[in-house]
DNA sequence: GATTTCACGTA
DNA sequence: CGTACGTGAAATCC
């Protein structure tokens, strides 16, 4: 394993550059912590930057790219590699937390829970949680980092400021180093269901999580390609023309529930929006449920009409509210850019997330996103990717053989002696835990063909069920949440652990990946617009579209080979060139 | 005003 | 007794 793509092996930390921004100024130290580029104002600072990038091609050590690499992706600046101080912090300590104070704490082997809370930096310039002492220490008494370190020398000393931030990019280095060594030391906190960190791919993964963040301060700057003429027509379908004031857009309302409503007479002031008042209606006309859920309501399509206006209504009412006008003037720029929020993992298993409805949007919606004029859209999901990961990360050379095929679970079915379907939700059920469906006999023959996956996840689940954390693959620390747990409470908690462990190596996997995609496609003028869990869309000049196409399998080949540390698993991508996300679904 | 519940979209 | 996420409206808690 050589880390992220790029990498000499053996130089990870090597050709370091630390940098902080703060306050409209930032500062570049040296591996040293030598002072590169002093303090200075941003616009000189993104000048430089850009020339280190050129001429050194450093890994940029800082605390989080949100605060860091933002200014400079917005000022068009490309950083190749880097070391995400908060990224590393979420692999290595587990949960959601990726504050300085938090990756201080770890690394200094501090009670993150004991740290010293920030106070309101506009009130005054001591919170009163940290307590009086030398205004230019980093530290408090206890060894925790001051939360406010940097904000509050601004305030206090406004020309001592931008000097505070060598202080700040020298402690983030430090950290860096410190989490570098943990890594290839490879401690293993908490080594249950058998898996230990292995410290290579410990370091793979810190270099691609860290790439990951990065990629998401560019999902967030550049945003999602939409066509404004093809999302207002769909808005306009569903919830009705813009309203022009707070009087159109009652009326409009109104007709839309009004549709429901004419079915019932007697009861139009029944308020849609209200579960209780709608499970009332519905017992008025001799439907009885016990909830007013989608799928309960299909249930009872045929007994009175209001039933299938009521969910006709919901459909439009959910476009109306959380994907009308209101999502559109909130989320879509000017440029006609889809913009929100992203984090590169979640707090569980460390799948990637993204606001804005990004991650939701509904089907209805996705032909409205579009390549703009010149350019296509490179469509790849992953194939079977949950499965395939099993495969590898319990390396089981029985079914890693199946992976050599398309489609898995035919000769998974074949080792089985049963139908293919019959295989399928078989595995499924396997990696989920689903019983509801008949896969009884299927399981047993799953766990005699290929033990030693299905004994992969036996400890995962079992693990979970004690309440020891689980590691993934790539090392990634997954804690289990504790107290007093009935045992139906324990076997959630199995089903956690077990789903976390393919997860969670499934989401290490796609990182990898558009890391990879993200390197090789600078030179075509590629831009990854889309993370979806097991789907990349990546906008792209038309003429390079066949050369994207090409990236995008050969990075697939890259990664998964660099990840699993074999070439024994296969992995697939489908792969189209589309003017429309909803084109050619794979 | 903040948190919980219900509902539903995506993988 | 699949898992996870984000969102909005209403109910509920303080």
Known sequence: MTGAPGDAPGSVLGGVLAIAVAQGHGVVLDETGAVVVPPAPLAALVEQVRALEASRRPRWVWWRARETARPLVEAGVHLARCWDVGEVHRLLAGGAAADPGSAWAWTHRLDPGAQPVASEPDLFAFGTDVPAQDPEALTTPEGYLRPDAVASTWQAAPQAGPHRLVDWARAALHVARAQQALVTEAPQPGSAGGSRRDPRRLLGTALSESAAALLCVELEVGGLPVDRQAVTELITAAAGPRPRDEAEAIGIRARRDQAVLAHVPGRERTDLRNPLQVKDLLATVGVHVDNTRKWTLAAHRGSHPVVEALLTWRKAERIATTYGWHWLDQHVGPDDRLRGEWTACDGGAGRMTAASGLHNLPAELRPAVAAASGHVLVRADLGQIEPRVLAAVARDAAFAEATQADDLYSPVGTELGVERPV????????????????????????????????????????????????????????????????????????????????????????????????????????????????????????????????????????????????????????????????????
Not at 467 to 488: A, F, I, K, N
Request: hydrophobic letters at 45%; charged letters at 25%; glycine letters at 10%.
């Open 423 to 586: 295989a399928k939700v078989a595995v499924l059920a396997a990696m989920y835990g689903q019983t509801s469906g008949s896969a009884g006999e299927a399981l047993k023959r799953l766990d005699r063909a290929y033990p030693t996956a299905m004994a992969y996840l036996h400890r995962a689940y079992d693990a979970g069920v004690r309440g020891d954390p689980v590691v993934t693959w790539g090392g990634r620390l997954v804690p289990m949440w504790q107290g007093e747990l009935s045992e139906g409470q324990r076997s959630a908690r199995g089903r956690f652990a077990r789903n976390a462990v393919i997860q969670g190596a499934a989401a290490e996997l796609f990182k990898a990946w558009a890391a990879t995609v993200r390197a090789g496609g600078r030179p075509l003028g590629a831009e990854i617009v889309l993370c979806l869990h097991d789907e990349l869309l990546v906008h792209v000049p038309a003429e390079h579209a066949d050369a994207a196409v090409a990236l995008v399998h050969r990075s697939l080949d890259e990664a998964a080979r660099r990840w699993t540390g074999t070439d024994r698993v296969r992995f697939v991508a489908d792969v189209s060139v589309v003017r429309r996300w909803s084109e050619a679904k794979g």
